[in-house]
Nanobody, 124 residues
Framework: VQLQAYGGGLVQAGGSLRLSCAAS????????LGWFRQAPGKEREFVSA????????YYGASVKGRFTISRDDAKNTVTLQMNSLKPEDAAVYYC??????????????????WGRGTLVTVSS
């Protein structure tokens, strides 16, 4: 599975961005799709995930209520709508795919396939 994330950019605090991730090489309909982010000097952080088997979505505590993940298996894409952005949301955002289902939390090691990140910058 090859993943490509895009849609990052510079936005003012309080603004919105929509990230998208397109896949090639395999259909995503049987993969959990997720987003992680990594700010300079920090560990990679779970942002959101959408499982394939029951349509459930998951969010990290810091983004819950502001970000929305959606998947379109027909188009082989996953998107992350980010609203009410804060300076602390600034990071490189990565999309990822996993064959695993939810087991209590989501870790980067749960995801075998990663796209190249897209940079999100939030100005205060």
């Amino acid at each position: 599975v090859q993943l490509q994330a895009y849609g990052g950019g510079l936005v003012q605090a309080g603004g919105s961005l929509r990230l998208s991730c397109a896949a090639s090489g395999r259909r995503l309909s049987t993969y959990t799709l997720g987003w992680f982010r990594q700010a300079p000097g920090k560990e990679r952080e779970f942002v959101s995930a959408a499982t394939w088997n029951n349509g459930r979505t998951y969010y990290g505590a810091s983004v819950k209520g502001r970000f929305t993940i959606s998947r379109d298996d027909a188009k082989n894409t996953v998107t992350l709508q980010m609203n009410s952005l804060k300076p602390e949301d600034a990071a490189v955002y990565y999309c990822a795919a996993s064959t695993r289902l939810y087991a209590g939390n989501w870790r980067p090691t749960d995801f075998a396939y990663w796209g190249r990140g897209t940079l999100v910058t939030v100005s205060s």
